[in-house]
C-alpha cells in the first residue's frame, strides 16, 4: 500500500481516535498513525481503496468492529512477567497483608483489577504473586483483566507464552507456574490461569465492568504504562474513574513514569522509599503520606498498625523534596542566609565538586518551589557517583513533575541500561524520543539496543534518524547532552556499527555513561 493520507485526514483520524479511543497522536506521531490505519484498512480488505477506508473512519457511521480493528494497530502490548518487580513486592509484602489484617472474620474477598492488561502477563504475575501467600488459601480472590486490543486479550486468554515473555523472571518462576507445550512455548499452569478472567474494555468509555463480589469498589487497580498513551483530557477522565472504582482505602497503581500529584490529586500518595503509590482516602487529602518501611523477621512480615499523616523528617531520603510547610520555620530563622541558584549548582558539578553542589540543589529545593532541573542535576550528579538507585528514584520525581522531560527520560534510560535492564532502558529511550522527537542521542540509544538484539532493521531506521539530526552540524561541533562527543565522532560510530552488524565496543561509548563523568573530570583537573 503505497498512497500516503493526507495531512488534513491524519488531523481528523487523531481527532477520531483522541474521541473515540482517548489516544493520542500529536502531529510527531502522525506516522505511527498512518501505519496503523493502512494496517488496519489492509485486515478489513480494504487495501486498495484506503480512501474509502479513512472516509469510512471519518464518518458519523463509524462501527465498533472498525474502531476494534483500528484500536488493534494502534495500541502495541509490549510486555513480560514480573515487569516493574517493585510494585508486586509492595503488593505481596504490604498490601495484601493488610487487607487481610483489616479483613479477619469479615467477608474475605479481594478483588484487584488490571486495566490495560495487554498480554495478559501482568495479571498473571499477580495471580502467582498472590498464590505464594498462605494467607489467602480460604480467600475469594478475584483478579480481573481488560484491554482496547481484541488480539491482545485472545492471547491472553489463551494464557501461551514464549521466551521474549519470560525475560528476567525470578528464577524458578517457569518451571513451577507453567508447563511446556512445544519447543519454545510454555503455558500458564490451571491453577493459576482460573484465577484471572479476560474481558474488552475501553477505558474512555463510562461504565466500568463490575466483579462478583464489588459492591464497595476495588482493592487494587493496576494501570501501568496506559495512561502516558492518553490524551490530557482522557487521562483526567480516566483517573477519575478509577477513583470512583476503588473500595476506601484502595489502591491504584501505575508505572513510575506516570505519576503526577497532579494528575492524582484525589488520591493520597504513598511512598515506600523508592516508589510511589496512589491511595484512596476517605479524608480525600491531596498529600503525601508515609506508609512504614515493613520489617520481616522470623514471625513473618510486620506491618504497622495504620498510615501516617505526613512523613516524618527523619524518614525522607536525602534524595527526596519534602513537603513546602515543612521548610516554612527554617526558611524564616536563615532569612539572612546567601541566595542560591541553579546556575551555581550546575557550575560545581561541570568542576566536579559534587558535595558543594548537592548542598547548593538541597537549599534550592528546600523553598517548595517547582526546581525540576535542579532535580535532574542532582540525578546526574548522583549517577556519576555510582549511587544509581538514588539516581533513578530522582529522575522518576522530575518525571512526575514533567511528564514530556525528555532529558529525565534519557537519564533513566542511560541508568537502567548501566543495571542490565535492558527492556526498561529501552521503554525508556522510546519515551524521550516521544517527548522530544529530535534528541539525538535518544535515537542513537535506541539504534545502539536494537543492533545488540539483532533487530538491523530497526536499527538503522534509528540510525538514519541520527545521521538526518546531524546534518545541522559541523564534524566538530558537540552533539547535545553528550558531555563532549563531537557530531564528526559520532557519524564514525555509526558507520561502524553498521559495517559491523553488531553492537560494537565502541558503540557504547556514544551514551551519556554515567560513570565515565567523573574520570573525565579527574583527569582535566590533573
Request: with cysteine; proline share 4%.
Amino acid at each position: 500500500m503505497t498512497k500516503k493520507i493526507s495531512e488534513a485526514q491524519l488531523l481528523q483520524l487523531g481527532d477520531v481516535v483522541a474521541r473515540h479511543l482517548g489516544l493520542h497522536f500529536p502531529k510527531e506521531r502522525w506516522l505511527d498513525l498512518q501505519r496503523g490505519v493502512c494496517g488496519a484498512a489492509q485486515e478489513c480488505g480494504c487495501q486498495h481503496d484506503l480512501e474509502r477506508y479513512v472516509q469510512g473512519l471519518l464518518s458519523p457511521d463509524l462501527t465498533q468492529r472498525q474502531l476494534e480493528v483500528l484500536a488493534s494497530r494502534l495500541t502495541v502490548g509490549e510486555t513480560y512477567f514480573f515487569r516493574e518487580k517493585r510494585s508486586l513486592e509492595i503488593l505481596e509484602r504490604d498490601i495484601v497483608p493488610e487487607l487481610i489484617r483489616a479483613r479477619a472474620g469479615a467477608g474475605k474477598a479481594i478483588r484487584i483489577w488490571s486495566a490495560g492488561c495487554a498480554t495478559g502477563e501482568e495479571p498473571y504475575s499477580v495471580a502467582i504473586v498472590l498464590s505464594k501467600l498462605m494467607g489467602l488459601k480460604k480467600w475469594n480472590v478475584e483478579i480481573l483483566a481488560t484491554d482496547l486490543n481484541s488480539k491482545s486479550l485472545l492471547k491472553a486468554s489463551q494464557g501461551i507464552y514464549g521466551e521474549w515473555s519470560f525475560r528476567g523472571i525470578p528464577p524458578g518462576v517457569r518451571s513451577e507456574y507453567f508447563e511446556t507445550v512445544e519447543e519454545g512455548r510454555w503455558a500458564i499452569t490451571p491453577p493459576i490461569k482460573k484465577m484471572v478472567s479476560f474481558a474488552q474494555l475501553n477505558l474512555m468509555d463510562d461504565a466500568y465492568p463490575p466483579i462478583s463480589s464489588c459492591l464497595d469498589g476495588l482493592d487494587v487497580i493496576f494501570c501501568r504504562n496506559v495512561l502516558m498513551y492518553l490524551t490530557p483530557a482522557g487521562m483526567r477522565k480516566v483517573v477519575r474513574q478509577l477513583h470512583r472504582s476503588l473500595a476506601t482505602d484502595g489502591w491504584l497503581i501505575v508505572s513510575p513514569t506516570e505519576t503526577s500529584q497532579e494528575l492524582f490529586s484525589e488520591f493520597a500518595s504513598v511512598s515506600f522509599s523508592d516508589a510511589t503509590l496512589y491511595r484512596k482516602s476517605s479524608k480525600r487529602i491531596p498529600t503525601a503520606v508515609a506508609l512504614h518501611v515493613y520489617a520481616e523477621g522470623r514471625s513473618g512480615i510486620h506491618l504497622p498498625e495504620g498510615i501516617v499523616g505526613a512523613p516524618e523528617p527523619t524518614r525522607i531520603s536525602s534524595w527526596q523534596t519534602t513537603r513546602k510547610d515543612s521548610h516554612s520555620e527554617a526558611r524564616s530563622k536563615n532569612s539572612t542566609a546567601p541566595a542560591v541558584s541553579y546556575e551555581q549548582a550546575l557550575e560545581l558539578y561541570e568542576q566536579g565538586c559534587y558535595e558543594e553542589m548537592e548542598r547548593v540543589i538541597s537549599a534550592l529545593l528546600s523553598d517548595g518551589g517547582d526546581h525540576a532541573s535542579a532535580t535532574l542535576l542532582l540525578a546526574r550528579a548522583r549517577a556519576n557517583q555510582g549511587k544509581l538507585a538514588a539516581a533513578l528514584v530522582l529522575c522518576d520525581q522530575a518525571i512526575a513533575a514533567d511528564k514530556m522531560a525528555a532529558r529525565a527520560h534519557y537519564l533513566r534510560g542511560t541508568i537502567l541500561q548501566e543495571q542490565g535492564c535492558l527492556p526498561e532502558a529501552l521503554l525508556a529511550f522510546k519515551q524521550t524520543v516521544y517527548a522530544e522527537p529530535e534528541f539525538m542521542l535518544g535515537h542513537f540509544a535506541l539504534g545502539s539496543l536494537a543492533l545488540k538484539q539483532r533487530r538491523l532493521k530497526q536499527s538503522e531506521k534509528h540510525f538514519a534518524n541520527v545521521r538526518l539530526l546531524l546534518a545541522r552540524y559541523q564534524p566538530e561541533d558537540i552533539v547535545p547532552e553528550s558531555e563532549g562527543l563531537s557530531a564528526g565522532r559520532l557519524r564514525e560510530m555509526i558507520v561502524l556499527s553498521a559495517s559491523q552488524g553488531v553492537a560494537a565496543t565502541e558503540t557504547g561509548q556514544a551514551r551519556i555513561r554515567v560513570l565515565q563523568q567523573v574520570r573525565n573530570l579527574e583527569r582535566s583537573r590533573r
